[in-house]
Structure formats: structure tokens, C-alpha cells
T-cell receptor
Framework: KQEVTQIPAALSVPEGENLVLNCSFT??????LQWFRQDPGKGLTSLLL?????REQTSGRLNASLDKSSGRSTLYIAASQPGDSATYLC???????????FGTGTKLQVIP | EPEVTQTPSHQVTQMGQEVILRCVPI?????FYWYRQILGQKVEFLVS????????KSEIFDDQFSVERPDGSNFTLKIRSTKLEDSAMYFC?????????FGSGTRLTVV
């Protein structure tokens, strides 16, 4: 059974800082890994999708890496801004029927 | 770009009533899913649907729940005799060959 864990559970940083969010998963037989952003009470906004054959993906100030063999992914946010404050979710697609397993999330607060 | 559409965005229902949450998956996708997120908790898998039948379901998905693909475009989640603890955000998703898309969710409030 796939399990996804995210560390830390919460993070508070001053504006402008670079930061790293961590995700680990137990079953390395994945199709892909996706990072989402979720604002309070809202839906899921896809940030980056990394296919199992890829090592990293970049979009603007965001960079996500994937080490499938060790079951780890990191999301790097450069020059953080107050607008980045949200919960970040890691989600892994795996299994015969392509089920997504979500992590527990990291709640980020960027202080102006 | 095609997207998964969910309606309504917010539904309020009285305890004991039945609700139907609706979803229109991406047209050429083959797998369909429902997920649930209780406020403050993680997103949980409920059920997957493939080839007009349930392919996998979680222990949450008991006899109170059912899914249906009544026509070629809609995918519905029916919750019978709703309870207060069914209040949550419900996400529909569809996929094909690893391409996965989520809807924006339906917030269900049971009062």
C-alpha cells in the first residue's frame, strides 16, 4: 500500500527566503508525482508534474526533483513571497488502476 | 485545454437526505475517480471506475455511496442518507495513460 509523507507539516519563513519542501513515498513503482497548491477551503492547483522517467521539472520560481529509487521528491521555492502562503500537497500516481495517493501536506506561511 | 468539471461548487443538505455530486471528466479519459477531503485533513481516495464498473474502492466507500456513469459524459457520486461527518470537499478526477486531471471540487455541507 502506497504511503506518502511530507515534512515539515508546517513552515513559517520571512519573505525572500528560499525553501525546500520534502515528500517521501513507500512504493517506488510510480507513474508520476505531482505537486499541488491548496488555499484554505479551495480546490487543488497543479504546480508541477514529474513523470517517473524524469528527474526534475521547473516552472518559474518552482523546481521539483524526483529520486524514484529512494522514494523522495523535493519542491524548491526560490525567493518566497507572501502570496506563496498555502498548503502544498505531494501526490503520487501508482497502482494498476492509477490511483493517486496524497501526502499529508506542508502548510507554508511567508511573512512579509 | 480540456478540464474536469464539477457541479455544484457548493451544496448544503439536511442530514438524512440523499445528494448527487456531478462530474464531467475529460472526454477521452478511461479512468474516473472520486476523492474526499474533510476540512483540515488529507485528500483521501474513495473509488475508481473503469470500463463501467468499480475497479477499486477504499474502506470509506461503503453501502452509503454509489457511483454511476449514466451516459457517455457524466460521472456521479451518490451519497444516501447523509451524515454530519460526510461534510467535506469532494474531488472528481479522470485519467488516461498517466495523464491525470482533477476537478475544482464540490463542497458538501451537511446540516
Amino acid at each position: 500500500k502506497q504511503e506518502v509523507t511530507q515534512i515539515p507539516a508546517a513552515l513559517s519563513v520571512p519573505e525572500g527566503e528560499n525553501l525546500v519542501l520534502n515528500c517521501s513515498f513507500t512504493d517506488s513503482a510510480i507513474y508520476n508525482l505531482q505537486w499541488f497548491r491548496q488555499d484554505p477551503g479551495k480546490g487543488l492547483t497543479s504546480l508541477l508534474l514529474i513523470q517517473s522517467s524524469q528527474r526534475e521539472q521547473t516552472s518559474g520560481r518552482l523546481n521539483a526533483s524526483l529520486d524514484k529509487s529512494s522514494g523522495r521528491s523535493t519542491l524548491y521555492i526560490a525567493a518566497s513571497q507572501p502570496g506563496d502562503s498555502a498548503t502544498y500537497l505531494c501526490a503520487v500516481l501508482s497502482g494498476g488502476y492509477q490511483k493517486v495517493t496524497f501526502g499529508t501536506g506542508t502548510k507554508l506561511q511567508v511573512i512579509p | 485545454e480540456p478540464e474536469v468539471t464539477q457541479t455544484p461548487s457548493h451544496q448544503v443538505t439536511q442530514m438524512g437526505q440523499e445528494v448527487i455530486l456531478r462530474c464531467v471528466p475529460i472526454s477521452n479519459h478511461l479512468y474516473f475517480y472520486w476523492y474526499r477531503q474533510i476540512l483540515g485533513q488529507k485528500v483521501e481516495f474513495l473509488v475508481s471506475f473503469y470500463n463501467n464498473e468499480i475497479s477499486e474502492k477504499s474502506e470509506i466507500f461503503d453501502d452509503q455511496f454509489s457511483v454511476e456513469r449514466p451516459d457517455g459524459s457524466n460521472f456521479t457520486l451518490k451519497i444516501r442518507s447523509t451524515k454530519l461527518e460526510d461534510s467535506a470537499m469532494y474531488f472528481c478526477a479522470s485519467s488516461s495513460t498517466g495523464i491525470y486531471a482533477f476537478g475544482s471540487g464540490t463542497r458538501l455541507t451537511v446540516v
